[in-house]
């Protein structure tokens, strides 16, 4: 049991995050595969629900503000459904990839998350619900200072109703304050999804069995994210400079010689869906990095999940 203990404890923070990127580097493909399989559903569901909802508005069903209402939740619950199974793939493709050393394959991750599809969503829902209500508290503090100060002051300007509401060094303080809940309950249900996909957990017992994994891990799971984010901007900001340098200067400059509009608008269409994809693989690498310190403490706390023998 030593040895084993011992063989599960060489992932520290650097070496998870070089872990990351070695996972994005080689399953670059099948990443870039779903992302564009994600846009296009969302896409489509987009358009169904826009157009769905014009029909109905126009033959007067409901008013037109509840219509952009309804609009918009259906949209924003698409969106957030897509995501939720965007993540759930890429966590399963990520622990397929750390446990067996192969790549990962896009069908495969699908076939095992299918019939979890609405537990995950259930999941992240509940996450963010509860992320919301610790959001809420944060930002209360602003909110009361912002309704007093109105109330006291009826012939403030704009600008110092601004000044004092939100700009209040005690209130900044105090929000601060209500803002480190948040950042604690955010960490310790940080593995939600991991909990449905490997533990076969339902949506309410994920987030008890997130507790559960990251029980006196918080500073760990701190540092992981406070460095991923800084390797993460880092390297999209270079690519940025990069990209500047070989497509838009010389787009700029063929601009000036009266090249075609339609060449440059396509040309500028191609660094906009690049710059998107890019953003998503990077931002992804968070999700990646969650998976694999997700396994990394289960083994270490030899915690009774089927990744204990994987």
Request: aromatic share 14%; net charge positive; with cysteine.
């Amino acid at each position: 049991m030593e040895k084993e203990m011992e063989i599960y404890n060489t992932i520290g923070i650097v070496e998870l995050i070089i872990k990351t990127y070695s996972f994005l580097k080689e399953n670059i493909k099948e990443i870039l595969k779903l992302i564009f399989i994600m846009i296009i559903v969302y896409a489509l569901s987009f358009i169904v629900v826009v157009m769905g909802s014009l029909i109905i508005s126009s033959g007067q069903i409901i008013k037109n503000i509840l219509a952009c209402v309804i609009i918009m939740s259906l949209i924003g619950l698409i969106a957030f459904y897509l995501e939720s199974i965007f993540i759930s793939i890429l966590k399963h493709m990520t622990a397929t990839w750390f446990l067996t050393g192969q790549k990962a394959k896009l069908k495969d991750s699908y076939r095992k998350i299918k019939s979890k599809k609405f537990k995950l969503f259930k999941s992240n829902l509940i996450k963010k619900i509860i992320l919301y209500f610790f959001l809420l508290i944060h930002i209360s503090p602003y909110i009361v200072n912002f309704i007093g100060v109105i109330t006291r002051n009826h012939d403030y300007k704009f600008e110092n109703i601004v000044l004092n509401s939100f700009f209040n060094p005690t209130i900044v303080l105090i929000g601060f304050i209500f803002y480190i809940p948040c950042i604690y309950f955010g960490l310790r249900i940080a593995f939600n999804l991991e909990s449905v996909i490997f533990n076969d957990k339902l949506s309410m017992e994920s987030i008890d069995d997130s507790m559960k994994v990251t029980k006196n891990k918080v500073l760990s799971l701190v540092s992981y994210y406070v460095l991923i984010m800084i390797f993460t901007k880092f390297i999209t900001y270079g690519l940025l400079l990069f990209i500047e340098f070989l497509f838009v200067v010389p787009t700029i400059i063929l601009s000036n010689l009266n090249i075609n509009e339609t060449f440059l608008i396509t040309i500028g269409a191609i660094i906009f869906i690049f710059l998107i994809a890019i953003g998503l693989v990077l931002n992804s690498a968070i999700y990646v990095g969650e998976t694999i310190k997700f396994i990394d403490i289960c083994r270490e706390k030899n915690l009774n999940t089927f990744l204990q023998n994987s």
